[in-house]
């Protein structure tokens, strides 16, 4: 299995970015994916996910700002996130979801800030 994590940078408060995630080893239309994040002096936490039959869910924190998403062809995931807040600065991570894993793959930093 490998994850790469791409699309983070520097981001104004109330800007957007959209996050990649390619991933080999395991087909993301048969299960579920999730976005992670890990802030500084934090622990990783789940913040979006989506079920091999479509069904999302966000954490609290992000609902409403973030939207998930897939394309089965490319065997990608996605995450969009807009409206960011300074709370937002995490190194985010994609990873297949209720499955405990050691492995996390290249995060992609994403810091707000102006």
């Known amino acids: 299995v490998q994850l790469q994590a791409s699309g983070g940078g520097l981001v104004q408060p109330g800007g957007s970015r959209r996050l990649s995630c390619g991933v080999s080893g395991m087909i993301v239309s048969s299960i579920t994916m999730g976005w992670y994040r890990q802030a500084p002096g934090k622990q990783r936490e789940l913040i979006a996910a989506i079920t091999s039959g479509s069904t999302i869910n966000y954490a609290d924190s992000v609902k409403g700002r973030f939207t998930i998403s897939r394309d089965n062809a490319k065997n990608m995931v996605y995450l969009q996130m807009n409206s960011l807040k300074p709370e937002d600065t995490a190194i985010y991570y994609c990873?297949?979801?209720?499955?405990?894993?050691?492995?996390w793959g290249q995060g992609t930093q994403v810091t707000v800030s102006s």
């Open positions: 990873n297949r979801v209720g499955v405990k894993t050691n492995y």
